[in-house]
C-alpha cells in the first residue's frame, strides 16, 4: 500500500504559497483551528490577533487542494541593539501542520520560506516561542533556546531566536 509518505518522497506533492493575510487568511485558519483549538485546545479568543493583518503569511496545500500547514512572519516595529549594532527582526508564529502530514517535510518548507522572507527583508534575527514539543524541531534549523521554558496558554513553551 503507497502512503503519503511514500508519494510525498517519490514526488512533489505539496504546493506552497505566500501572501498576505487577506489572501491566505481562509486557507490559514482552517489549519490553525484544526491543530491550535481543536487538537490542543487552545482557547479561541487566544488564537486570533492583530499581528496577522500585519504579517507575511505562508500555506502548504497539497496537489489535491487540501491545505496542510501554515506559519507567519512578524515584523518587529522597534529595531534592538545586537553585538553592538542595530538590527530588524523577526518573529515567527503559529507555525502548524496538520497531524497527518506531520513528518512529510512540511514544516520544514514552511520555515524555510518564512525564514528566506526574513533575510529578504533585512532582518538580522528570528525569534519564535517554541512549543516544547517542537523544541527540536527548531534546534535542528539553527535556532537557540533563549531563557526557561514557560507557559502560555496552558502549553510549555521555550523563547528561540535565529540569527541570519
Request: charged share 20%; net charge negative; proline share 0%.
Given at each position: 500500500m503507497t502512503t503519503l509518505k511514500d508519494l510525498a518522497q517519490a514526488q512533489d506533492v505539496f504546493e506552497l504559497i505566500?501572501?498576505?493575510?487577506?489572501?491566505?487568511?481562509a486557507d490559514a485558519e482552517t489549519v490553525r483551528r484544526a491543530v491550535f483549538i481543536d487538537e490542543q485546545g487552545i482557547d479561541e479568543s487566544e488564537e486570533w490577533d492583530t499581528d496577522d493583518e500585519r504579517s507575511d503569511h505562508v500555506i502548504v496545500r497539497r496537489?489535491?487542494?487540501q491545505v496542510v500547514g501554515t506559519g507567519r512572519l512578524i515584523p518587529q516595529d522597534e529595531p534592538v541593539s545586537d553585538v553592538g549594532r542595530v538590527c530588524r527582526l523577526g518573529r515567527i508564529g503559529r507555525m502548524s501542520v496538520i497531524k497527518s502530514c506531520r513528518g512529510l517535510g512540511v514544516g520544514e518548507r514552511i520555515l524555510n520560506a518564512l525564514l528566506d522572507t526574513a533575510r529578504q527583508k533585512g532582518f538580522a534575527r528570528v525569534e519564535i516561542s517554541?512549543?516544547?514539543?517542537?523544541?527540536?524541531?527548531?534546534?535542528?534549523?539553527?535556532?537557540?533556546?533563549?531563557?526557561?521554558?514557560?507557559?502560555?496558554?496552558g502549553i510549555p513553551h521555550q523563547a528561540m531566536f535565529k540569527q541570519l
Open positions: 505566500q501572501g498576505d493575510w487577506a489572501t491566505l487568511k496537489q489535491a487542494g517554541a512549543q516544547v514539543a517542537a523544541q527540536g524541531f527548531y534546534s535542528r534549523a539553527g535556532f537557540m533556546a533563549d531563557g526557561e521554558v514557560y507557559d502560555e496558554v
